[in-house]
């Protein structure tokens, strides 16, 4: 029949046009939700995309989901902020390119009432140890992010087995910063978060930083080309533009001059290594 | 209630003010949606109607299964639809993944059953009206079956509009294949989405308000054009 | 009109058509030839519109034979057409409901707009060709519905219970449009409760009751004077229901 053949035509076209007619230069980079609410890649971006006309399409996952992306091929570019597990990538030969950026830090958020008595401390595992010890309300992303990462590090250096000892006062909700804030600020609940998504979260309720400044708390973030012996498909040229723009004086200073009310919330630190 | 309230004042402004990313995110998520839907419409339409009028074995078990497929969770369809088209599935080589194209297939299959399934029973209903006269006038088979649908195509209307319905309402298939990127497929859900997790409740609620009242007003202009069609025949 | 390849006669032997256990039809043997106009009557549920359906090819004996003398095969253009006692119209106008059976029957789009306009004509809907089918009143969906039967020249054309629903007025010009295509040549077999018009619209009287053919006979022996109790009881009003 004349006509079904001729829909079935367009609509194989039409299907077909579309990867076509988004061939103008872009890459496709897997970070975390954390960087992404942050809004440093909305302060970034614009500036890599008018000097080098290439558009940066961030999908922002969790630092696991973001790296098994780059385990399927399905980005170009890494950016996360989880050493342990971004030296597990590029050991498995799943990265290339593999630089240190930028850090920024985490904070212990919690209710202005205080149950465990933290407010103030300059040690975070100090500060686990007292809310454990209090079993006051703690909320977890567990989600495999950078930031449950970094939890459960400080948990296993405070001596506290948090698998064995996590009671109905520790609430794993498997979300995104921004999610686990808000079950944090509607239960009245601690929480480790990074200062970038903090400082523009808006629901805070009873929440404020009770916890910050340790050294500890610091956040490293990486950036890494996915293996293009692995995947022929990478962008190699337009990704490695982008990883080396991060890393330049000027890509170092755009990520400095991003500030919320003031603060910044991003350290450079690319030193070539 | 004051969150309430300050959506209330956000979804004014948004309309107001209607700066050019809004535009941009609600004009893609029309044409995500539409697409969807006039493809599922296309396919499903014959799907359904040869099953109405249809006899084969198993019938009645597909029937079932239609119908159940109605209540497929659009985050399962995205799971199912991310791992065809990741550089890792069978069809990476196409390069979908991250465009709205992916979107428009993912949502495609979340609602072609539900037009599907509400189309069978409307013509099975309306089958039973027209088969013998039909079978009379020598119109067999699927010649019978896409009269059929072609007459009863005002009650078929509604099983659309479920259709399109579901598309503009869902989030869990669009946020998977679509990867939520600024400028490219972010759409009126997944940002409703993203400023709730940003905690920025007012805004979010504002944005659903707006959401809200595109689809009234998508409905509202379908509906009167099937009155004016439908006042002329009957 | 007799071509060469004549539908009839019809014959049917031994034909029962049974659903569940009851048997609608039981063993019916007749043959329904070429010329008089037929005309089935017999109380209520006595099988008259199954066995017309039967005849028709809409439903299939459970036991029996039905043969046409020159069979219709699939995909060629029906010779035989039926009125139901409801007619059922598309969403369409009168006119595109007359077009939608030339173009079953395969008539190039050209030639069935005036095809249609003169079948329109010819049972009076001239004036509402562009009315939508379903608004009109029930005697002109009737007459729409032999306008679009009669379009195609069957041999063979059935009627079920045609007038059942309709006023005298409208059943006055429905009977005299079946005897316009009676007239051109048709073979009209015909289903009635009404007796008057058997009388009127029949050359033959075939009387079923309880899915038997019980008696068929010339429409004035079958009055005057019939064979079987039965149709005596019939005839005096005795047998309203099977």
């Known amino acids: 029949m004349g006509l079904k053949r001729r829909i079935a035509l367009a609509a194989t076209l039409a299907l077909a046009a579309a990867p076509l007619a988004a061939q103008e230069k872009f890459i496709t980079v897997a970070s975390t939700t954390s960087t992404e609410q942050s809004g440093l890649f909305k302060h970034l971006l614009p500036i890599f995309e008018k000097q080098t006309g290439i558009q940066v399409r961030v999908v922002a996952v969790g630092t696991g989901q973001a790296l098994n992306m780059g385990r399927r091929g399905d980005a170009d570019v890494v950016f996360v902020h989880d050493p342990a597990a971004e030296k597990k990538f590029v050991d498995e030969g799943q990265g290339v390119n593999y630089k240190q950026v930028m850090y920024n830090d985490f904070v212990i958020v919690g209710p202005k009432s205080d149950p465990a008595k933290v407010a103030g401390g300059k040690d975070v595992l100090e500060a686990l140890k007292k809310i454990e010890a209090a079993k006051a309300p703690f909320v977890s992303r567990a989600d495999k992010s950078g930031t449950h990462a970094a939890e459960l590090r400080y948990w296993k250096s405070a001596g506290i087995d948090i698998g064995a000892q996590k009671g ?17 600020s509607s239960l009245g609940a601690y929480i480790l978060a990074d200062r970038g998504t903090w400082l523009s979260f808006k629901n805070r309720g009873d929440l404020a930083i009770l916890v910050e400044g340790d050294r500890k708390l610091f956040n490293q973030y990486g950036i890494m080309l996915v293996n293009p012996a692995k995947h022929p498909n990478v962008k190699v040229d337009l990704g490695n533009a982008f990883i080396d723009w991060v890393v330049s004086p000027a890509g170092q200073k755009a990520i400095a001059d991003y500030k919320v009310g003031g603060e910044q919330l991003f350290f450079p630190n690319y030193t070539g290594g | 209630m004051d969150t309430i309230l300050q959506a209330f004042r956000d979804a004014v402004r948004l309309i107001v003010e209607l700066d050019a990313g809004m535009l941009a995110i609600i004009r893609l998520s029309l044409q995500v949606s539409l697409s969807a839907v006039a493809i599922a419409t296309l396919l499903a339409l014959p799907v359904g109607a040869a099953i109405a009028v ?3 074995p198993g019938r009645q078990a597909t029937i079932v299964l239609l119908n159940a497929l109605m209540g497929l969770p659009p985050v399962v369809v995205g799971l199912v639809v991310y791992l065809l088209l990741s550089r890792a599935g069978p069809l990476g080589e196409l390069g979908l993944l991250f465009t709205p194209t992916a979107m428009v297939i993912a949502q495609t299959i979340l609602i072609l059953p539900i037009i599907a399934a509400l189309a069978r029973q409307a013509v099975e209903d309306a089958w039973r009206e027209y088969q013998e006269q039909l079978h009379s006038l020598g119109a067999g088979g699927w010649k ?8 009863i195509r005002f009650s078929l209307f509604t099983a659309v509009l479920a259709g399109l319905g579901r598309a503009c309402a869902e989030v869990g298939a669009v946020m998977i294949v679509g990867g939520n990127i600024d400028g490219v497929t972010r759409v009126m859900t997944t940002t409703i989405a993203l400023e709730t997790s940003k905690g920025d409740l007012p805004l979010a609620l504002g944005l659903g ?7 009234l007003m998508l409905n509202a202009g379908a509906y009167s054009l099937k009155e004016v069609a439908q006042r002329r025949y009957g | ?67 046409w003398a020159s069979p219709e095969r699939p995909g060629e253009r029906r010779r035989q057409a039926m009125v139901f006692q409801r007619p059922v119209m598309l969403r369409r106008s009168a006119l595109a409901n007359v077009e939608y059976a030339l173009k079953i029957g395969g008539v190039p789009a050209r030639e069935r707009e005036g095809r249609a306009r003169a079948a329109l004509a010819e049972v009076g809907l001239a004036a509402l060709a562009n009315r939508g089918a379903r608004v009109l009143s029930g005697g002109e969906q009737q007459r729409l519905a032999l306008a679009r039967a009669w379009v195609l020249r069957p041999e063979v054309l059935f009627l079920d219970e045609p007038t059942a629903n309709l006023d005298p007025g409208a059943s006055a010009e429905v009977e005299r449009i079946i005897g316009t295509i009676r007239a051109a040549g048709t073979k009209i077999v015909l289903i009635t409760h009404n007796l ?14 309880q899915g038997r053919l019980v008696e068929r006979a010339p429409v004035d022996r079958f009055f005057n004077r019939p064979a079987s109790p039965e149709t005596e009881a019939f005839l005096r009003g005795e047998l309203p229901w099977a």
């Open chain 1, 168 to 184: 109905p006062w520790y609430k794993e909700t498997g979300s995104g910063m921004g999610p686990a804030l808000n079950t944090a």
């Open chain 2, 209 to 215: 308000i707006v959401l809200v009242t595109i689809v």
């Open chain 3, 196 to 209: 008057g018009q058997a009388r009127r619209l029949g050359d033959e009287i075939l009387f079923l009751n």
């Open chain 2, 54 to 56: 249809g006899r084969f």
């Open chain 3, 1 to 67: 009109m007799r071509a060469p390849t004549s539908l009839l006669p019809l014959r049917l032997a031994a034909v029962s058509f049974e659903v569940e256990t009851k048997r609608i039809i039981d063993g019916v043997s007749l043959a329904i030839e070429p010329g008089p106009r037929t005309v089935i009557v017999g109380p209520n549920g006595a099988g008259k519109s199954v066995l017309m359906r039967l005849c028709h090819g809409l439903l299939r004996p459970t036991a029996g034979t039905i043969d």
């Open chain 2, 144 to 151: 019978a079956a896409l009269t059929l649908v072609w007459d």
